[in-house]
């Protein structure tokens, strides 16, 4: 869970009036405010937001977050319209720039856009319509508890008086803010905006072909720039041609970044010309020397001889132990073995990273999408010796991320670029720099045994989990032989296995072991990080345990979860109610074990917990004789809390999921002489339209529990419910991706 800052309602609430007329609602927090509660100079994580009537009426709100595809710039305005009693078309939205003081954190990954801000941006909202209510209450003589609201309109029933907001707008504005514990927010049952479906308020520029992402910048005077890294991650540049670099038409400047310089950037050359295809033709003829590093001895086959070696081998810890997994496997009536492994994969979003910066009179400017816009800041100003006032971040629309803007790379090297130039500069990286320069979902290594008993019931399981740290332990050595054992070192960023990974506290004997080989390969957050992959290895191994019990494995799922869990402390764990719910909902939803199917087809079941949301998914897959897939139907329940705030972009969110996730099944990322092999989408075939099922049938599960996100959890159940509906069609069971490897294709 996010940690919340403590604001009270002068901190929260800034009132000042606008030239117009109306009043702007803002919120804010002092710096000193947020040193004082332990946050340092960071933004609070409980978000915030800014409201603006105008004195007819018409209220504009800022979406303070990224909009990376996601939804979150309707959404997020959605709550505040919602209590500030508002009809939606007379609202419109902008989009922020950063600004901490006003906003808070402004951020966009985990899924926490809706579990952060639901009641603050409610509350808001609440706050906005009460200092509405008193002022129209001074101005009448009559007291605020008589005066009520209809959308937009402030109504006094006694003296039959109603006047729109925009009439006091302006006297809102001298109004104290109310105290948000004396709010009263609205009962469900009289939402009119939240549980509506509202189209993306970009959506017309979007396919219109309008200007909106950052690729789309332009600034008066600005050029136009290449920065080509090592092809071997991690490798430094010693020397280049950069006087024949120089001397092509259109060049501007040619220079070596060296590696560090802002405290994160790559070693690499920059080219900056008077366009992006000058800067691209130069970089073709660019000869460099470089120093490849250690990296240069990393190989996916390497890591996967190494990943062998291990799994004979006593593992290096033990993140779990219940009971006496080795005395329950040898009393076992049945055990099952399966090794499991999982590519590095690509964020590959539509639109490549990118970023504009204008860098003039000791104050640099930039428009850059980010994920994280805040945690940039300080690092530029630290690289250009400024400080963070000095720096402007406009967020423009980003096309698409799923995790790669979470990392700001690319955005720190454009702002060293533009200080050195002396000119606006944009930096825009090719297909090309974006799949071999990645932060990579790691590849990971499970060797599971299960033990059933007499009755068919999971009594034990074991998992070595083979994963990477981009520390050495001590005699490691990279594509040889195993490291040896030796001090605890960090794993590589997502590349963990949390020992209450399900079906952990529901099985008596259970141990999770984990040992981690060096790695030099970026690796960092995916699309539902880790899950995606984790999902796949439990719920693949929970049907070969099901099946080798003679089970239904929907029902095998039900008994596990049936049972009383090991006790737990901490908040947010696995909640097997919730899980039992949406699979019983899809199992009616999908006919599961009554729906009569085409011949060549299987259905197959998974599940998931992931970001705070509960997925069950069934898959109806056809193969045919030549190993061709079509996925026909994937079936999708979930539940993310009592309310669904926007169900059309609710649906749409997890139409993404369930094509992000089949895209999964084929594709990988292999490793050579530390250099990424695939380098565009004819290497890495991302899904295609034609392949995609047809239907994908959404469903929600409304449960006692605040609103969680949505742009995540849906997508690790539908790998498996894939490769587990493949089983059942083929008797090939996948324990390893991607299903290239096993001869299949899409159709």
């Known amino acids: 869970m996010s940690p919340t800052i403590t604001l009270d309602r002068r901190d929260f609430l800034r009132v000042t009036a606008l030239a117009g007329g109306g009043f702007v609602l803002a919120t804010y927090l002092e710096p000193l405010d947020l040193l004082a509660q332990g946050r340092g100079n960071s933004a609070p994580l409980e978000p915030n937001a800014f409201v603006a009537i105008d004195a007819g009426g018409i209220v504009t709100i800022t979406a303070k977050n990224p909009e990376i595809g996601q939804g979150v710039k309707v959404m997020l305005p959605m709550l505040i319209a919602e209590e500030l009693d508002v009809a939606w078309r007379d609202v419109r939205i902008v989009q922020a720039d950063l600004d901490p003081s006003k906003y808070g954190q402004q951020s966009a990954g985990g899924s926490r856009a809706t579990p952060s801000n639901w009641t603050p941006?409610?509350?808001?909202?609440?706050?906005?319509?009460?200092?509405?209510?008193?002022?129209?209450?001074?101005?009448?003589?009559?007291?605020?508890?008589?005066?009520?609201?209809?959308?937009?309109?402030?109504?006094?029933?006694?003296?039959?008086?109603?006047?729109?907001?925009?009439?006091?707008?302006?006297?809102?504005?001298?109004?104290?803010?109310?105290?948000?514990?004396?709010?009263?927010?609205?009962?469900?049952?009289?939402?009119?905006?939240?549980?509506t479906s509202i189209a993306g308020v970009d959506n017309h520029k979007i396919v219109t072909g309008q200007a909106l992402f950052g690729s789309d910048v332009t600034v008066p005077g600005m050029l136009h720039g290449v920065y080509q890294r090592c092809?071997?991650?991690?490798?430094?540049?010693?020397?280049?041609?950069?006087?024949?670099?120089?001397?092509?038409?259109?060049?501007?400047?040619?220079?070596?970044?060296?590696?560090?310089?802002?405290?994160?950037?790559?070693?690499?050359?920059?080219?900056?010309?008077?366009?992006?295809?000058?800067?691209?033709?130069?970089?073709?003829?660019?000869?460099?020397?470089?120093?490849?590093?250690?990296?240069?001895?990393?190989?996916?086959?390497?890591f996967d001889t190494m990943a062998a070696t291990m799994?004979?081998?006593?593992?290096?810890?033990?993140?779990?132990?219940?009971?006496?997994?080795?005395?329950?496997?040898?009393?076992?009536?049945?055990?099952?073995?399966?090794?499991?492994?999982?590519?590095?994969?690509?964020?590959?979003?539509?639109?490549?990273?990118?970023?504009?910066?204008?860098?003039?009179?000791?104050?640099?400017?930039?428009?850059?999408?980010t994920q994280q816009p805040g945690g940039v800041v300080n690092t530029i100003a630290n690289a250009l010796g400024i400080t963070a006032a000095d720096i402007t971040v406009?967020?423009?629309?980003?096309g698409g991320s799923f995790g790669r803007r979470l990392y700001n790379d690319y955005v720190i090297e454009t702002a060293l670029i533009a200080k050195t130039v002396g000119a606006p500069v944009q930096i825009r990286w090719s297909r090309e720099d974006?799949?071999?320069?990645?932060?990579?979902?790691?590849?990971?290594?499970?060797?599971?045994?299960?033990?059933?008993?007499?009755s068919g019931s999971l009594v034990a399981w074991r998992n070595h989990f083979i994963s990477f740290s981009n520390e050495a332990p001590p005699a490691a050595g990279r594509g040889g032989g195993p490291p040896q054992q030796g001090p605890a070192v960090r794993p590589a960023p997502s590349s963990t296995l949390s020992g209450s990974e399900f079906p952990a506290r529901f099985v008596p004997n259970?141990?999770?072991?984990?040992?981690?080989?060096?790695?030099?390969?970026?690796?960092?957050?995916?699309?539902?990080?880790?899950?995606?992959?984790?999902?796949?290895?439990?719920?693949?191994?929970l049907d070969e345990l099901a099946d080798a019990a003679g089970k239904d494995p929907l029902q095998f799922r039900l008994d596990l979860m049936a049972r009383t869990p090991v006790p737990e402390g901490g908040r947010g764990g696995f909640d097997a109610e919730r899980m039992t719910a949406v699979l019983k909902a899809v199992a009616s939803s999908s006919?599961?074990?009554?729906?009569?199917?085409?011949?060549?087809?299987?259905?197959?079941?998974?599940?998931?917990?992931?970001?705070?949301?509960?997925?069950?998914?069934?898959?109806?897959?056809?193969?045919?004789?030549?190993?061709?897939?079509?996925?026909?139907?994937?079936?999708?329940?979930?539940?993310?809390?009592?309310?669904?705030?926007?169900?059309?972009?609710?649906?749409?969110?997890?139409?993404?999921?369930?094509?992000?996730?089949?895209?999964?099944?084929?594709?990988?990322i292999t490793v050579d002489g530390g250099r990424v092999v695939q380098g565009n989408f004819d290497t890495y075939p991302v899904l295609r339209m034609r392949q995609a099922p047809p239907?994908?049938?959404?469903?929600?599960?409304?449960?006692?529990?605040?609103?969680?996100?949505?742009?995540?959890?849906?997508?690790?159940?539908?790998?498996?419910?894939?490769t587990n509906a493949l089983f059942r069609a083929t008797g090939t069971r996948v324990r390893s991706l991607p299903l290239t490897k096993h001869g299949f294709s899409w159709r």
């Open 434 to 454: 974006e799949m071999r320069n990645e932060v990579f979902r790691p590849a990971g290594y499970h060797y599971l045994k299960g033990g059933l008993d007499a």
């Open 231 to 302: 092809p071997v991650i991690g490798g430094k540049a010693v020397s280049a041609n950069l006087d024949a670099i120089r001397a092509m038409p259109g060049i501007r400047h040619a220079f070596i970044v060296p590696e560090g310089v802002g405290g994160g950037s790559m070693s690499g050359v920059a080219i900056v010309a008077d366009s992006w295809w000058y800067a691209e033709s130069a970089r073709k003829k660019l000869t460099v020397t470089w120093d490849n590093g250690p990296t240069a001895a990393d190989s996916t086959a390497g």
């Open 695 to 722: 239907e994908v049938d959404v469903r929600f599960v409304l449960s006692d529990n605040d609103p969680t996100g949505l742009g995540e959890p849906a997508l690790p159940p539908v790998i498996p419910a894939v």
């Open 591 to 668: 006919g599961w074990g009554t729906r009569p199917l085409p011949e060549g087809s299987a259905m197959g079941v998974a599940f998931h917990f992931s970001h705070s949301g509960y997925f069950a998914e069934v898959a109806e897959v056809n193969v045919d004789a030549n190993k061709r897939i079509k996925v026909n139907k994937v079936w999708v329940v979930g539940d993310i809390g009592r309310q669904i705030v926007n169900p059309l972009n609710a649906e749409s969110q997890v139409h993404s999921a369930v094509n992000d996730g089949l895209s999964q099944l084929m594709l990988e």
């Open 311 to 369: 799994a004979t081998q006593a593992p290096q810890s033990t993140s779990r132990a219940d009971g006496d997994v080795d005395a329950a496997l040898a009393g076992a009536a049945r055990t099952v073995e399966g090794a499991y492994a999982y590519p590095f994969l690509a964020h590959a979003p539509m639109e490549p990273p990118n970023a504009t910066a204008s860098f003039k009179d000791g104050k640099l400017e930039l428009w850059a999408g």
């Open 394 to 398: 406009h967020l423009p629309r980003m």
């Open 510 to 541: 259970f141990a999770t072991h984990v040992s981690m080989m060096p790695l030099g390969v970026t690796t960092g957050a995916h699309r539902a990080p880790g899950s995606c992959a984790i999902s796949f290895v439990m719920q693949s191994f």
């Open 121 to 195: 941006m409610r509350q808001i909202g609440g706050a906005a319509r009460q200092m509405l209510i008193m002022a129209a209450a001074q101005s009448w003589g009559v007291p605020a508890s008589e005066i009520t609201t209809t959308p937009g309109r402030l109504v006094h029933a006694a003296s039959n008086r109603s006047a729109g907001y925009g009439e006091f707008a302006s006297a809102a504005a001298r109004v104290t803010p109310p105290a948000f514990d004396s709010l009263t927010l609205k009962d469900p049952k009289d939402y009119r905006i939240i549980g």
